[in-house]
């Protein structure tokens, strides 16, 4: 696949943006992996950046070893240490990746993406929940059930779909139609319905028991059918819905290895 040519202002950014993730001798290196001409007699490392791809775009007319690059520097190894740096240069280079159509997630890789065609369209993409939850690589199942909560960063709403979505997949492996605390109860009692793990030594038990817990304390700050206090009224904040989607995906990534070991 031939992929389109940035504008000069957008390399610009790009290089600036990615001069900041390497040293001077890793950049001499990655330039030369990728077969990008490096200017080394320029005095800073994003003006040898921009420079290279100036030069590579304009010989071939794509932005193709410019890709590349760009999945050389942001090598998800090289973050292992700092996650939370690394989720925000993946948004600001996936902003300006947009406008040509494309974006770079947590896996390091490069997808194919809607373009944006304003500045908006590009700041939006790169703060919307879906995406920063995309890029913490969270389960599948949280996209099911609150996406259009996600797209419109609606923290309260995408929070309580989620754990709605949760105890519906409950439901469904344990075969059972109740619904808050009295199914946690039911699934994962003392004689549980579904087990996470081989449920024989007491630390398994235990770590049964606190997964219990945990869905119970999900499901008391979440799925009380009986407050009916509007969404105002509950101050979550970005951070807040990040972190409880966290933990209603890990719910479901331990669900996805659960056995059915009594029937109802």
Request: aromatic share 10%.
């Amino acid at each position: 696949m031939i992929a389109p040519c940035f504008s000069r202002g957008q390399l610009e950014q790009l290089a600036k943006l990615l001069g900041e993730e390497v040293t001077g001798s890793q950049l001499s290196l990655m330039l030369e992996q990728v077969s990008l001409i490096d200017q080394i007699e320029l005095s800073t490392k994003w003006r040898r950046i921009y420079k290279a791809f100036v030069i590579y775009q304009n010989n071939k007319n794509c932005s193709n070893q410019i890709m590349n690059f760009i999945k050389l520097v942001l090598e998800p190894a090289s973050y292992v240490a700092n996650s939370s740096h690394y989720h925000d240069v993946l948004n600001n280079v996936s902003a300006i990746l947009s406008f040509v159509g494309f974006e770079i997630r947590e896996d390091g890789r490069i997808y194919e993406c809607l373009r944006s065609k304003t500045v908006t369209d590009a700041e939006q993409r790169a703060k919307t929940l879906k995406k920063q939850l995309e890029h913490r690589g969270s389960h599948k199942e949280i996209f099911k059930y609150c996406l259009p909560e996600l797209l419109t960063n609606n923290y309260f709403h995408s929070v309580f779909e989620a754990n709605k979505g949760l105890f519906q997949r409950i439901r469904d492996l344990s075969g059972l139609t109740t619904d808050g605390v009295a199914l946690i109860e039911q699934v994962f009692s003392t004689t549980p319905i579904l087990i996470i793990n081989n449920y024989t030594s007491k630390s398994e038990k235990d770590e049964h028991k606190g997964f219990c817990n945990l869905l119970k304390g999900l499901c008391g700050m979440f799925r009380n059918t009986e407050a009916h206090e509007p969404k105002y009224s509950w101050n979550i904040t970005e951070q807040d819905a990040l972190e409880i989607l966290g933990l209603v995906s890990y719910c479901h990534r331990r669900l996805d290895n659960a056995q059915q070991i009594r029937m109802v």
